[in-house]
């Protein structure tokens, strides 16, 4: 869908931008880490810690290599995370406590999900002050999207009163396929309102990008992808 790969450009992107900005991978795939250029094996701390109490949020911290982005990382241990957040006191906020001394410490704070709507997301969403959905163009996508913006009106109404949807974000878009423009048809009759402005497209530096360990914008400034990132920073930067 992009998430990982949206999570990590418009991090870097803001960054580039100069805006202070952390990268929470809370995907047990870790592809967000890995994806900014920091091995997954041998980490002190990671995003398990925090959220069992083993660290503080800011030990698990580290600078990468790219302008003002910080990370907190992720591996195959926060697989069983969820299991041992059930017996937790308050296990939905958990990340938000670990959060909040962070809060002025950065000007943009991105959790890159976990592709699932199990503890994790909802420790995500309960944090946050705004959710942004990735939509691919392609049907499957639309007829989740529903089901979303009401788990998501759940978690507002019992948890995070705060919680809004930032915006929808159209990826993978190929504005030459007949399937692209239907699918972003329907978004602009249904969600016209929450819709970004920016589209992604598809782009090959944009998928080559992560073997690198670079966001794209890093990998290759010139890259449609990284053009695509920009400019939705810069919009981000209207809506937060």
């Known amino acids: 869908?992009?998430?990982?790969?949206?999570?990590?450009?418009?991090?870097?992107?803001?960054?580039?931008?100069?805006?202070?900005?952390?990268?929470?991978?809370?995907?047990?795939?870790?592809?967000?880490?890995?994806?900014?250029?920091?091995?997954?094996?041998?980490?002190?701390?990671?995003?398990?810690?925090?959220?069992?109490?083993?660290?503080?949020?800011?030990?698990?911290?580290?600078?990468?290599?790219?302008?003002?982005?910080?990370?907190?990382?992720?591996?195959?241990?926060?697989?069983?995370?969820?299991?041992?957040?059930?017996?937790?006191?308050?296990?939905?906020?958990?990340?938000?406590?670990?959060?909040?001394?962070?809060?002025?410490?950065?000007?943009?704070?991105?959790?890159?999900?976990p592709p699932s709507l199990g503890m994790l997301t909802i420790n995500a969403m309960v944090a946050s002050d705004g959710v942004i959905i990735p939509m691919p163009c392609e049907y499957y996508a639309l007829e989740g999207l529903t089901q979303l913006t009401v788990t998501i009106g759940r978690v507002k109404k019992r948890y995070n009163p705060r919680l809004s949807i930032t915006g929808i974000l159209v990826t993978m878009h190929q504005s030459r396929l007949a399937l692209s423009k239907q699918v972003l048809a329907e978004l602009e009759q249904h969600y016209r309102d929450r819709l970004f402005d920016t589209a992604i497209h598809r782009n090959v530096r944009l998928c080559e990008a992560p073997s690198f360990g670079k966001p794209v914008l890093y990998h290759d400034r010139s890259a449609r992808g990284a053009r695509d990132y920009l400019e939705l920073a810069k919009e981000l930067l209207v809506r937060a």
């Open 1 to 113: 869908m992009g998430k990982t790969t949206s999570a990590i450009n418009t991090a870097a992107s803001l960054g580039s931008l100069g805006y202070r900005a952390l990268l929470i991978d809370l995907d047990p795939q870790g592809s967000a880490t890995s994806g900014v250029g920091i091995a997954k094996k041998g980490l002190c701390y990671t995003v398990r810690d925090v959220l069992i109490g083993g660290c503080r949020a800011a030990d698990a911290i580290l600078h990468t290599a790219f302008e003002h982005l910080d990370l907190i990382p992720a591996n195959i241990s926060l697989a069983g995370a969820e299991f041992e957040l059930l017996n937790a006191e308050e296990p939905e906020a958990r990340l938000r406590r670990a959060l909040l001394t962070l809060r002025d410490d950065y000007d943009f704070i991105l959790i890159d999900c």
